[in-house]
């Protein structure tokens, strides 16, 4: 039998999957089975409850007392029904992930012993103990009261034996203290910015409904082999590990064929993503070695976001019943590919027009061009708000390394959006334009292909690219809460829309007729946003010149780029269109810093603890094996002999030693670093310190623990290699 070097990797090669038990349903006889979905509402709720609800649903308007108490009703026998035991509020602090308590529906019942009992105030709102989430000062201990309030606009779903209910988190006094809540108002305010500007070309729009198709990526690692690596198990990547001879040079994982086991753990995760009415679509191999993605149909945004939530709940569960763990860390493997989680991201008009889709005729185009336009300025003005809302310390080792978005926020559009925007930029000359010039324009605008889906080039290394039909924000993080990155966007865009419409009615009222205003301000925005326009190559170092030649910024340090959400005219936007008030985002800002501080300061505790007990002890050992061996041999031969086949091994010697020698003196020079940040006082600074004293450390001491990891003896070394981690399956 071969000999392996863990045991780990002898049960890693016991895990054969047997033959797929196939089933003979279909997909949608049992799509959203555990669902309260609008048929099951109206199954079991009285007419004027249903209505209640999706009226809610459709237009936010609170549900009263007497309507929430015949919801909860309906709802509790729904779930009875279904098995359920237990309900929860779920809800979306400000840390990676969800959170839920569960309470049975058991009450003491008057005839002893208890009933099932559900009541509409516990449906409606609950409060549970709030001191110990992330509230950026926002929540003093002693009024740590926060609550949760159930978001109708996201069904409930049953989790195992639990009722889960959608429900945002606030403090005592209102603030938000969660993700949902500003992302709600964020796709308010676009609604409400966006339906002003469509109804420029159509009046009978009345709303507009963001959209989000995530694309979900991750790693999967066998569970035996992750739990031989406590920087994995700790700090969700690997602090250290040579890279394998063989990762991604050959580009032989991108969409290859899917290993057995790991298209188990797939399609079990399907089968519970559809009971949950989660549409997965796509499932694939990603460019680097036990790489993988999977995405759904794209959804209304705060349903699609629950739902990306959800599912990365769900594959850590599933992922479990099949020996692997996931990781979802934008970086676990240094020199190979990161994970993001690109965020498809368009909005769509009541009358069923999708705004970022090129229309069927000249004036459908214009309205296309309007909001393709206003999203460029927007994003041109915002570059730092955008890179401020996607990177943390988890994204900061993936951005601007050359595998995944620059650092640089720039707009691919593709060469017919692009070709449009210059033949508008060249074409409206003044406020007033001749018939002729008009006619011209619009002929012009009217020649977009109705389908430029097919036609739009395929960037890849833009963060924010224009494809076909929406925009593809790629820089998000694969760990991330997509509600971060969104709630700056929508925000951003809907100041820009409410910027230009007061821009062109102002010229109305001035006496220029509609389109003529429509170009004119358009033309001036395009002017403007130029230089965010870049089609070439994001990766190249000549767009890093070029970029800063445009003077757009470049800021690869999560305490450098938090600077702009403190910013006066930050505070004024997301003031003005009512998605975060001063102290919101303050507290905001505050829980970001603190997650930097908070990760890299484990991250720099855990790689000294396994530099000092786990690395330099095996290497010491290896020292004096050379050195036992270097010693029996000066015995054994002539003088010259000895000097002769000596050599190579008293080099390594020195190279293990002055290794080991380097190593303990960084993690105590390291350690110091750290002792020093900790006592500074404003959480900004100490980000800081910790970026520029603290983090480094922990790049130079892998180093050398990565070099004698190709020197020690391959039997002895006490962590499974990145060959192993990505290749043993
Ligand atoms: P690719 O890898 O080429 O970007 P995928 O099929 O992996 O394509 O993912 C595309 C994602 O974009 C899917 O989630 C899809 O539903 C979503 N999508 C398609 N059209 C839109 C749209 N108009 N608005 C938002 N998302 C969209
Ligand atoms: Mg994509």
Redo the contacts with the bound molecule.
């Keep these: 039998m071969a000999k392996f070097r863990f045991k780990a990797l002898e049960e890693v090669m016991n895990r054969v999957p047997g033959p797929l038990v196939r089933d003979e349903v279909l997909t949608s006889d049992y799509y959203g089975n555990l669902v309260f979905d609008r048929p099951k509402m109206r199954k079991y709720l009285s007419r004027e409850a249903y209505k209640a609800v999706v009226e809610a649903i459709e237009t936010g308007t609170a549900i009263d007392r007497k309507m929430a108490e015949q919801v909860a009703q309906g709802m509790k026998s729904w779930a009875i029904e279904n098995g359920a035991t237990h309900y929860t509020h779920w809800f979306h602090p400000l840390t990676d992930g969800t959170a839920e308590k569960h309470d049975a529906f058991i009450e003491h019942s008057s005839l002893g012993g208890v009933i099932e009992a559900f009541r509409g105030e516990l449906l409606a709102q609950q409060e549970p103990d709030a001191s110990s989430f992330p509230s950026g000062g926002i929540r003093q201990t002693f009024e740590a009261r926060g609550y949760t309030a159930w978001d109708p606009s996201s069904p409930a779903f049953i989790s195992e034996t639990t009722l889960t209910i959608p429900t945002i988190f606030v403090s005592y006094t209102g603030e938000a203290l969660d993700y949902k809540a500003p992302l709600l108002r964020s796709i308010k305010a676009l609604d409400l910015a966006a339906t002003a500007v469509a109804q420029y070309f159509d009046k009978s729009v009345t709303s507009v409904q963001a959209?989000?198709?995530?694309?979900q990526e991750y790693f999967l690692v066998d569970e035996a082999l992750y739990m031989a690596r406590p920087d994995l198990v700790l700090t969700g990547r690997t602090l250290m590990g040579h890279s394998s001879a063989k990762d991604q040079q050959l580009e032989d994982h991108y969409f290859s064929s899917i290993p057995t086991r790991v298209n188990r753990f797939m399609i079990e995760l399907e089968n519970e993503a559809y009971r949950l009415g989660i549409p997965l679509?796509?499932r694939h191999n990603e460019v680097a070695p036990n790489q993988f993605?999977v995405?759904?149909?794209?959804e209304e945004m705060n349903l699609a976001n629950d739902h990306n939530q959800l599912i990365m709940d769900i594959m850590q569960k599933v992922a479990r019943r099949h020996k692997f763990r996931v990781l979802f860390h934008e970086k676990p493997f240094s020199g190979i590919n990161g994970s993001g989680k690109?965020n498809?991201?368009?909005f769509s008009t009541n009358t069923g027009v999708?705004l970022?889709?090129p229309g069927k005729n000249p004036k459908g185009n214009l309205q296309f061009l309007t909001f393709v336009i206003n999203t460029l300025k927007a994003v041109h003005d915002n570059q730092d708000l955008l890179r401020a809302s996607i990177l943390n310390a988890n994204n900061q080792h993936r951005l601007g390394a050359h595998e995944a978005p620059p650092s640089i926020i720039s707009v691919f559009l593709g060469t017919e959006v692009s070709r449009m925007l210059d033949l508008m930029e060249e074409s409206v000359t003044d406020k007033k334009m001749t018939p002729e010039e008009k006619t011209a324009l619009k002929l012009n605008i009217g020649r977009i292909p109705e389908i430029i889906l097919d036609t739009t080039d395929?960037n890849r290394t833009s963060p924010f690219a224009f494809?076909g039909?929406?925009f593809?924000y790629r820089a998000v993080g694969s760990s991330a809460n997509c509600a971060s990155a969104l709630i700056v966007l929508n925000s951003v865009v809907a100041s820009q829309l409410n910027k230009f419409r007061t821009e062109v009615d102002n010229l109305v009222d001035s006496g220029i007729k509609k389109d003529e205003a429509l170009f004119h301000v358009l033309k001036r925005l395009i002017v403007e946003s130029k230089p965010i326009r870049f089609n070439g190559n994001g990766y190249s170092e000549e767009w890093v010149e070029e970029a800063s030649r445009r003077g757009l910024t470049n800021i690869k340090s999560v305490p450098e780029a938090l600077e702009a959400f403190l910013r006066p005219e930050t505070f004024r936007l997301f003031e003005e269109l009512d998605v975060l008030d001063h102290k919101e985002l303050h507290g905001r800002v505050e829980v970001e810093y603190e997650k930097f501080i908070k990760k890299v300061q484990i991250e720099s505790r855990v790689l000294g603890d396994l530099a000092i007990n786990h690395i330099v002890p095996v290497a010491i050992k290896y020292q004096t094996m050379l050195l036992q061996n270097v010693s029996l041999m000066k015995n054994i031969f002539t003088n010259s002999e000895f000097e002769d086949m000596s050599k190579g091994r008293i080099e390594l010697i020195k190279e293990v030693g002055s290794r080991i020698s380097t190593i303990k003196a960084m993690v105590y020079e390291m350690t110091e670093a750290r002792k020093k940040a900790n006592v500074i006082e404003s959480s900004a600074d100490k980000a800081e310190a910790y970026d520029k004293t603290v983090l480094p450390f922990l790049e130079q001491i892998r180093y050398h623990i990565d070099k004698l990891e190709l020197v020690v003896d391959n039997e002895e070394w006490p962590l499974p290699k990145y060959r192993e981690l990505l290749f043993v399956r």
């Design positions: 959209n989000l198709g995530w694309e679509k796509t993605e995405a759904p149909i794209f690109h498809n991201w368009s999708n970022l889709s395929r494809t039909n929406r593809e």
